[in-house]
């Protein structure tokens, strides 16, 4: 008898240790696939502030089919036709403070570039931008007034900064620097995903809220007082 339960007690299956030094991590989200992008021609940009400027400094003709752009105003607002785009990506050399500088409406002086996503109009909005100063940073905002399309209407008001799910530190931005930031937003069940990359790499993830999804529009690039060499690409081409 003592025999059998030395033979059972050794046989039994030993019992979980809830306390274990090496818990199995959990499995960190691939982002899903990028999708083609095809390079954007200046001529397809609904410019509503500011100039797009070749190489020498010459204003770009309406017809101007190379996707290469400079900006030197300080502030550029342009939007990609009107059809809503899922993605869209900026190729951009930093090339320093413009000449002449402007506030935002706020009246705080902002160095940086970005994308507009989902731009039914000034007043409804998703802003990717990278922010060069007062202090680097990437940021993601949402500007939501239902009602309102004009700036008169709404002006500063109606910003939420998004928090992500995940996030890694930008690169340093140099003057004379190349780097591509890239936006893409996945729509499901009604909710909304939004996946910045730098450089090829996933910088920041999370969903998007309700009030971003109210609305829809194309995507755009937006710069404030910083002179840049820009590329857009997007999805979808048509007008």
Same mark, same amino acid.
């Given at each position: 008898m003592l025999l059998l339960a030395l033979l059972t007690s050794t046989l039994a299956p030993a019992s979980p240790n809830p306390a274990s030094p090496n818990p199995v991590p959990a499995p960190v989200p691939v982002? =899903?696939?990028?999708?083609? @992008?095809?390079?954007? &021609?200046?001529?397809? !940009?609904?410019?509503?502030? #500011?100039?797009?400027q070749n190489e020498s400094g010459t204003p770009l003709l309406p017809s101007a089919p190379d996707p290469t752009f400079f900006v030197r105003s300080p502030a550029l607002r342009?939007?990609?036709?009107?059809?809503?785009?899922s993605s869209a990506e900026l190729a951009f050399k930093y090339l320093g403070p413009t000449r002449d500088q402007a506030p935002?409406?706020?009246?705080?002086l902002r160095r940086q570039v970005g994308l507009e996503l989902r731009a039914q109009n000034g007043c409804n909005l998703l802003y990717v931008m990278?922010?060069?100063?007062?202090?680097? =940073?990437?940021?993601?905002? @949402?500007?939501?007034? &239902?009602?309102?399309? !004009?700036?008169?209407?709404? #002006?500063?008001?109606?910003?939420?900064?998004?928090?992500?799910?995940?996030?890694?530190?930008?690169?340093?931005?140099?003057?004379?620097?190349?780097?591509?930031?890239?936006?893409?937003?996945?729509?499901?069940?009604?909710?909304?995903?939004?996946t910045v990359w730098v450089d090829g790499r996933p910088h920041w993830q999370g969903r998007l809220p309700p009030a971003a999804l109210a609305f829809d529009g194309p995507a755009g690039v937006r710069s404030d007082n910083a002179e840049l060499e820009l590329q857009l690409r997007s999805t979808e081409l048509a007008p």
């Open positions: 982002p =899903a696939p990028q999708p083609a @992008l095809q390079p954007v &021609p200046a001529h397809a !940009l609904r410019v509503t502030t #500011g100039h797009l342009a939007w990609l036709g009107h059809t809503p785009r935002l409406a706020s009246g705080e990278w922010r060069i100063e007062p202090v680097q =940073a990437l940021l993601v905002s @949402l500007k939501s007034n &239902p009602g309102q399309q !004009l700036h008169r209407e709404c #002006g500063d008001r109606g910003y939420l900064n998004l928090v992500p799910e995940r996030s890694e530190p930008l690169p340093a931005l140099r003057a004379g620097e190349r780097h591509v930031l890239r936006a893409s937003i996945a729509v499901s069940a009604g909710t909304g995903e939004l």
